[in-house]
Structure formats: structure tokens, C-alpha cells
């Protein structure tokens, strides 16, 4: 089965409101990594968590390895937010990263 | 500063034709470097990865070869493209591989196959 399990898999927000993206996974992931992917199909960097809580202006992420999850919230939304948001993760001593099938987030005016 | 490059940007190939798909990394020295696919709609698929010149490591080959000539350098192809290879190909590197620390992602290639 799939080591990532992401959830979910499309979102629809209204401008200023906020929510949660989560990731689970089925083994003991090292580190986790969130990506947004905009329209043109670039991947840009939005957190590397090896452990704990990172923040970075309306977005924050936390990852707990220890019960095998990641979370990314999102918060005062704004229509550049839309994009498919991938988790990543990889385990103890592999080169493999492994995707999240994606969460589709919709802004909305 | 770092940065990645792809090319082509995108490309229609017919089935049964060659490809090859390059990245290139300016401003890191040694970087670890991988290839992914991305079906259209789909996640990324981890296909190769390496850590130094003239070593490739397969994850997933799809049908697909992988090379890295120079380090700054590493080529995707194939002999005969199946339309299964239709997709966006990412590039990414990573500064060290000990650390496991995290990737960064070229623009990416869109491959067309009829």
C-alpha cells in the first residue's frame, strides 16, 4: 500500500478563511517535505521538517514522527495559495522520496 | 545562488522515437540529483537518483536510462519512447546527501507522445 496517504485530495476555500492539509504515513518517514505546485507545474520548496513546528507567514507545518503524521495549515487564504500542495517524505537512510497523491486547493473570491 | 535547468521546456515525440531529456545544476558542487514523472493529474514518481559522476541509481525505470556525464549534469533517455512516457519530467538536487536535506525542483519538461 501506499506509504503516504494524503487527504484530502481537493479543497475549496473562500478568500481569508483557512484549513488543514494532512499526511500520514504507513512507515517510520525521517523527514517530511511540503510543496506547492502552481499552474505551470513548477514545485516550489514550502517546508523541510525533520521534526516539530516550522511557520512561515500564513502557512505552518509540524510533523510527528513519533505518531507518523504531518499537517500543513493555511491560514487568510488568497487566490495565489491555489495549487496542488504535495507532502514528501523519506525513511531512515534511503535516497527514495516518496509523494503524497496531492490536495488540489481551489481559492475562491 | 543555485539554480536549476531543464530542456527542453517541452517536446512532441512519436512512439518509437528517441529521447533525451537534460538537467543542469550552476552554483553547487557535488549535488545529489534526481529525476521524476509526473503523470498528467497523477504525483511524482521517483525514477533515479544520484550521488556522483558516472553513478545512476534506479528507483523505477519506466523503460528509461539515466546518466550523469558531469556533475553538474544528468541525462534522461530512452531508445524508443511507449506512450506511456507521456508526462512532466522534473529534475531536482539536493546539497547533501548525508543530511538527506531537502530538494529543490527544476521547471520541469512536459513530453507529449503520440
Known amino acids: 500500500g501506499d506509504q503516504v496517504e494524503q487527504s484530502p485530495s481537493a479543497l475549496s476555500l473562500h478568500e481569508g478563511t483557512g484549513s488543514a492539509l494532512r499526511c500520514n504515513f504507513t512507515t517510520t518517514m525521517r523527514a517530511v517535505q511540503w510543496f506547492q505546485q502552481n499552474s505551470r507545474g513548477s514545485l516550489i520548496n514550502l517546508f523541510y521538517l525533520a521534526s516539530g513546528t516550522k511557520e512561515n507567514g500564513r502557512l505552518k507545518s509540524t510533523f510527528n514522527s513519533k505518531e507518523s503524521y504531518s499537517t500543513l495549515h493555511i491560514r487568510d487564504a488568497q487566490l495565489e495559495d491555489s495549487g496542488t500542495y504535495f507532502c514528501a517524505a523519506n525513511t531512515e537512510g534511503a535516497d527514495r522520496l516518496t509523494f503524497g497523491k496531492g490536495t488540489q486547493l481551489i481559492i475562491q473570491p | 545562488a543555485q539554480t536549476i535547468h531543464q530542456w527542453p521546456v517541452a517536446e512532441i515525440k512519436a512512439v518509437g522515437s528517441p529521447l533525451s531529456l537534460g538537467c543542469t545544476i550552476k552554483g553547487k558542487s557535488s549535488p545529489n540529483l534526481y529525476w521524476y514523472w509526473q503523470a498528467t493529474g497523477g504525483t511524482l514518481q521517483q525514477l533515479f537518483y544520484?550521488?556522483?559522476?558516472?553513478?545512476v541509481e534506479s528507483v523505477v525505470q519506466l523503460n528509461l536510462s539515466a546518466s550523469r556525464p558531469k556533475d553538474d549534469q544528468f541525462i534522461l533517455s530512452t531508445e524508443k519512447l511507449l506512450l506511456s512516457h507521456s508526462g512532466f519530467y522534473l529534475c531536482?538536487?539536493?546539497?547533501?546527501?548525508?543530511?538527506?536535506?531537502?530538494?529543490?525542483f527544476g521547471p520541469g519538461t512536459r513530453l507529449l507522445v503520440l
Open positions: 531536482a538536487w539536493s546539497p547533501d546527501r548525508v543530511r538527506q536535506d531537502t530538494q529543490y
Open positions: 544520484s550521488i556522483t559522476v558516472g553513478q
